[in-house]
């Protein structure tokens, strides 16, 4: 920044960087170019897999492109913002994470001809947006619908993300949790659809026993085990009461100091805390309940009248967990002992069952009438493996949620973007002025998809992408793709590879979208404070002759 006299005027900290321009949008390019080839080969049924030391000292080892990227640590601003893209995809539809990553940082990647030709930024944007628009009314006509209810048509879908992951072995197995879980948690109120799986669809790993143990408990599966001995470990048809408050005595908030001068008021004392006790324990078991479950702690005077009365309690539990308790049995989380209606008792469990599995007690609420909420048990014989099921399952029950709100499919193996490239490229023909180069670049850029698919398993590259894009160009010829095993062109219609509506559209509006707002960018300032410096820098040696601070 210079004044009228042509004198620079230094506003910033002399520790900060600034990038303007040019150079600005060509290193937010480079940047994006990195992510993207970190999860290059993590794309397809031949994906590798990245082994990731995570800054909590954790060994790392999957292909799912969000979950690698979580966990590598960046420090340019556009390298994050192409992580947070990973992270927002993963939110939105639950997979795809890996490919709008790779199709972001292509479209940014064809940008950069152009911007170092000097051509304004806004024109590239305005040619990506119109390519975007008219690749989303493409991928409408290339579509088509399937009957949800069918379990058979939706397994299909599932299937295809389950080819691509680590736990294609057992695809079958997987693809029958994912339906199974998606349908129980399913709600159909006045002719809409909610599927809530992240609140109301919980997975529980435990190491020891085979694959072919995994099922889906019908109810609720909790780490947990009774506060007394001589509880009850099983009840048929339990009424189930869950309670948000401490049962035991209620301590004042002031603090108050007691003169006791014999033992005759020390006993007084006591009594008055063990009636308060009883009288809440009381309140609890005139409603004659098999079990209760509380947030907050159970003192041992309130669990000496509960196994007295015959009640099995739980204590401590999290308030995720009594969502899908209340959500399962149909009981009604109360504040207060003395609030409690009828109404607000669970009945709809049939089995009350705490089991020891390995070295841990674990207490399930299961054989519910009509369950809006389930637990998935995963069995195997190693954490890693148990952590990335976990993710691959989570990622079918994601598609698989997605083709019961909007049940449309596209081709997968590449052939839906391959069609879009075809299509927009003899639409470029037809716009005149440099408008067209930018969006014609976009045409370029959806072919990454399958040209990825035939590098990571080894095939011909330059021959097969050839022959698929002749193959599109002679028409009606849209669901042919690459078998990503073996690198062949291949029709999806045969293949059976169908991917969801949702997630191919959010993919291309995701990668597109990102890339505009780097590309509208012309200056990045970034400031480190000096003790930031030192946590990410070597830590200096100090010298004996320094002076103390």
Same mark, same amino acid.
């Given at each position: 920044?210079?004044? #009228?006299?042509?004198?620079?005027?230094?506003?910033?900290?002399?520790?900060?960087?600034?990038?303007?321009?040019?150079?600005?949008?060509?290193?937010?390019?480079?940047?994006?170019?990195?992510?993207?080839?970190?999860?290059?080969?993590?794309?397809?049924?031949?994906?590798?897999?990245? +082994?990731?030391?995570?800054?909590?000292?954790?060994?790392?080892?999957?292909?799912?492109?969000?979950?690698?990227?979580?966990?590598?640590?960046?420090?340019?601003?556009?390298?994050?913002? +192409?992580?947070?893209?990973?992270?927002?995809? =993963?939110?939105?539809?639950?997979?795809?994470?890996?490919?709008?990553?790779?199709?972001?940082?292509?479209?940014?990647? *064809?940008?950069?001809?152009?911007?170092?030709?000097?051509?304004?930024?806004?024109?590239?944007?305005?040619?990506?947006?119109?390519?975007?628009?008219?690749?989303?009314?493409?991928?409408?006509?290339?579509?088509?619908?399937?009957?949800?209810?069918?379990?058979?048509?939706?397994?299909?879908?599932?299937?295809?993300?389950?080819?691509?992951?680590?736990?294609?072995?057992?695809?079958? /197995?997987?693809?029958?949790?994912?339906?199974?879980?998606?349908?129980?948690?399913?709600?159909?109120?006045?002719?809409?659809?909610?599927?809530?799986?992240?609140?109301?669809?919980?997975?529980?790993?435990?190491?020891?026993? @085979?694959?072919?143990?995994?099922?889906? %408990?019908?109810?609720?599966?909790?780490?947990?085990?009774?506060?007394? #001995?001589?509880?009850?470990? !099983?009840?048929?048809?339990?009424?189930?009461? /869950? /309670? =948000?408050?401490?049962?035991?005595?209620?301590?004042?908030?002031?603090?108050?100091?007691? $003169?006791? !001068?014999?033992?005759?008021?020390?006993?007084?004392?006591?009594?008055?805390?063990?009636? $308060?006790? !009883?009288?809440?324990?009381?309140?609890?078991?005139?409603?004659?309940?098999?079990?209760?479950?509380?947030?907050?702690?159970?003192?041992?005077? &309130?669990?000496?009248?509960?196994?007295?009365?015959?009640?099995?309690?739980?204590?401590?539990?999290?308030?995720?967990?009594?969502?899908?308790?209340?959500?399962?049995?149909?009981?009604?989380?109360?504040?207060?002992?003395?609030?409690?209606?009828?109404?607000?008792?669970?009945?709809?469990?049939?089995?009350?069952?705490?089991?020891?599995?390995?070295?841990?007690?674990?207490?399930?609420?299961?054989?519910?009438?009509?369950?809006?909420?389930?637990?998935?048990?995963?069995?195997?014989?190693?954490?890693?493996?148990?952590?990335?099921? @976990?993710?691959?399952?989570?990622?079918?029950?994601?598609? &698989?949620?997605?083709?019961?709100?909007?049940?449309?499919?596209?081709?997968?193996?590449?052939?839906?973007?391959?069609?879009?490239?075809?299509?927009?490229?003899?639409?470029?023909?037809?716009?005149?002025?440099?408008?067209?180069?930018?969006?014609?670049?976009?045409?370029? &850029?959806?072919?990454?998809?399958?040209?990825? /698919?035939?590098?990571?398993?080894?095939?011909?590259? %330059?021959?097969?992408?050839?022959?698929?894009?002749?193959?599109?160009?002679?028409?009606?010829?849209?669901?042919?793709?690459?078998?990503?095993?073996?690198?062949?062109?291949?029709? *999806?219609?045969?293949?059976?590879?169908?991917?969801?509506?949702?997630? !191919?559209?959010?993919?291309?509006?995701?990668?597109?979208?990102?890339?505009?707002?780097?590309?509208?960018?012309?200056?990045?300032?970034?400031?480190?404070?000096?003790?930031?410096?030192?946590?990410?820098?070597?830590?200096?040696?100090?010298?004996?002759? =320094?002076?103390?601070?």
């Amino acid at each position: 920044m210079a004044n #009228s006299r042509g004198v620079p005027v230094l506003v910033l900290n002399a520790t900060t960087k600034r990038e303007t321009g040019r150079e600005a949008q060509i290193g937010n390019i480079k940047a994006a170019k990195t992510v993207a080839d970190v999860v290059r080969t993590c794309l397809g049924p031949r994906a590798m897999l990245k +082994m990731i030391l995570s800054q909590s000292g954790n060994i790392v080892i999957t292909n799912d492109g969000n979950a690698i990227l979580r966990e590598v640590n960046v420090s340019h601003p556009a390298a994050k913002s +192409m992580i947070d893209l990973s992270r927002s995809q =993963d939110d939105e539809v639950g997979d795809g994470t890996t490919s709008v990553i790779v199709l972001a940082g292509e479209i940014l990647s *064809m940008a950069e001809p152009w911007i170092e030709k000097k051509m304004h930024p806004r024109i590239i944007i305005n040619g990506y947006t119109r390519a975007m628009n008219d690749a989303l009314e493409h991928l409408k006509s290339i579509s088509k619908y399937i009957d949800y209810k069918n379990d058979a048509e939706v397994k299909t879908v599932v299937k295809s993300c389950i080819g691509t992951k680590f736990a294609h072995t057992w695809s079958d /197995l997987m693809c029958d949790l994912a339906i199974q879980a998606v349908r129980m948690v399913t709600v159909e109120e006045n002719g809409k659809r909610e599927i809530d799986i992240k609140r109301y669809c919980r997975i529980e790993k435990i190491p020891g026993g @085979e694959m072919t143990e995994c099922h889906v %408990v019908p109810g609720v599966v909790i780490e947990k085990d009774i506060t007394h #001995s001589k509880m009850r470990r !099983k009840i048929l048809n339990p009424r189930i009461i /869950l /309670l =948000d408050c401490n049962l035991e005595y209620k301590k004042s908030q002031n603090k108050v100091n007691h $003169q006791v !001068k014999d033992g005759k008021e020390w006993e007084k004392i006591m009594m008055l805390e063990e009636e $308060q006790v !009883k009288k809440i324990v009381m309140d609890i078991v005139k409603f004659k309940p098999d079990v209760v479950i509380t947030e907050k702690g159970i003192s041992d005077e &309130a669990q000496h009248w509960f196994v007295k009365h015959n009640v099995t309690a739980l204590r401590r539990t999290r308030k995720s967990i009594m969502d899908r308790i209340s959500k399962a049995t149909g009981a009604t989380v109360v504040n207060r002992p003395d609030e409690i209606r009828e109404s607000d008792v669970g009945t709809r469990c049939g089995l009350f069952e705490i089991k020891i599995i390995g070295d841990e007690y674990w207490t399930f609420i299961t054989d519910c009438k009509d369950p809006k909420a389930c637990t998935v048990l995963l069995r195997g014989g190693h954490k890693d493996n148990l952590a990335e099921i @976990e993710r691959n399952l989570q990622d079918a029950l994601a598609v &698989a949620r997605n083709v019961i709100y909007d049940p449309r499919l596209c081709p997968g193996g590449g052939a839906t973007e391959m069609s879009i490239a075809t299509k927009l490229m003899e639409k470029a023909k037809s716009i005149a002025g440099i408008d067209q180069y930018p969006y014609h670049s976009v045409a370029i &850029a959806l072919e990454v998809i399958p040209r990825t /698919l035939i590098q990571n398993c080894g095939g011909d590259i %330059v021959r097969n992408i050839t022959s698929l894009r002749a193959k599109h160009a002679q028409g009606n010829n849209s669901t042919w793709g690459i078998d990503g095993d073996k690198g062949v062109l291949v029709d *999806m219609n045969k293949f059976g590879i169908w991917e969801p509506f949702l997630v !191919k559209s959010q993919t291309i509006k995701t990668a597109v979208e990102a890339s505009c707002m780097l590309l509208r960018i012309d200056d990045i300032v970034s400031g480190i404070t000096h003790k930031e410096e030192i946590k990410s820098g070597p830590v200096p040696v100090k010298d004996e002759e =320094d002076p103390e601070p």
